[in-house]
T-cell receptor, first 111, second 112 residues
Framework: TQLLEQSPQFLSIQEGENLTVYCNSS?????LQWYRQEPGEGPVLLVT?????EVKKLKRLTFQFGDARKDSSLHITAAQPGDTGLYLC???????????FGDGTTLTVKP | DAGVIQSPRHEVTEMGQEVTLRCKPI?????LFWYRQTMMRGLELLIY????????DSGMPEDRFSAKMPNASFSTLKIQPSEPRDSAVYFC??????????FGPGTRLTVT
């Protein structure tokens, strides 16, 4: 079974601070996706990383895929209250059509 | 594209009643997933379909739950009879080929 562990589980910071959240596994994934879920809504896809060592930037968000494709990180620069939400990572299961989801990191950015 | 559409957005029902949740996937997506999300267990996959055929229903909690996909543009998740422990947010997601999943807004189910 391929598992994804996310840390920290909860994170509360002040507006303007930087933060990093992690998604780790002992298994290799062909790709990893990051989603953000706001209260009362469904998860929204932010990015997919595919190549080991890949770095993708989305405005103030920087996503990195580990060289061995077993882990990923999300770094947010100068966090804003609008970044508040649940951040989920997910990866496709080998030889299966479904994906594994982590339990998520709940981020709260206080103004 | 309107995205994945789910209805109703909120459902409140009494224990023992039948509940039917509906989903319209994104046109052209050939895979459809039903998830349940709770604070205690996070996001759980209940069942998924590929080209309208159920592929993996190992996440369906018990026989009270059933799902159908009669055509490429419609799926239902039915709970009969419902119980208070079924209270959760139920998400439908669709996926084109082997790409990323796109989620609907969810149905918040409360069983009293």
């Amino acid at each position: 079974t391929q598992l994804l562990e996310q840390s920290p589980q909860f994170l509360s910071i002040q507006e303007g601070e930087n933060l990093t959240v992690y998604c780790n596994s002992s298994s290799v994934f062909s790709s990893l996706q990051w989603y953000r879920q706001e209260p009362g809504e469904g998860p929204v896809l932010l990015v997919t990383v595919v190549t080991g060592g890949e770095v993708k930037k989305l405005k103030r968000l920087t996503f990195q895929f580990g060289d061995a494709r077993k882990d990923s990180s999300l770094h947010i620069t100068a966090a804003q209250p609008g970044d508040t939400g649940l951040y989920l990572c997910a990866g496709p299961n080998t030889n299966a059509g479904k994906s594994t989801f982590g339990d998520g990191t709940t981020l709260t950015v206080k103004p | 594209d309107a995205g994945v559409i789910q209805s109703p957005r909120h459902e409140v029902t009494e224990m023992g009643q039948e509940v039917t949740l509906r989903c319209k996937p994104i046109s052209g997506h050939n895979s459809l997933f039903w998830y349940r999300q709770t604070m205690m267990r996070g996001l759980e996959l209940l069942i998924y379909f590929n080209n309208n055929v159920p592929i993996d229903d190992s996440g369906m909690p018990e026989d009270r739950f059933s799902a159908k996909m009669p055509n490429a543009s419609f799926s239902t998740l039915k709970i009969q009879p419902s119980e208070p422990r079924d209270s959760a947010v139920y998400f439908c997601a669709s996926r084109p080929g082997a790409g990323e999943q796109y989620f609907g807004p969810g149905t918040r189910l409360t069983v009293t």
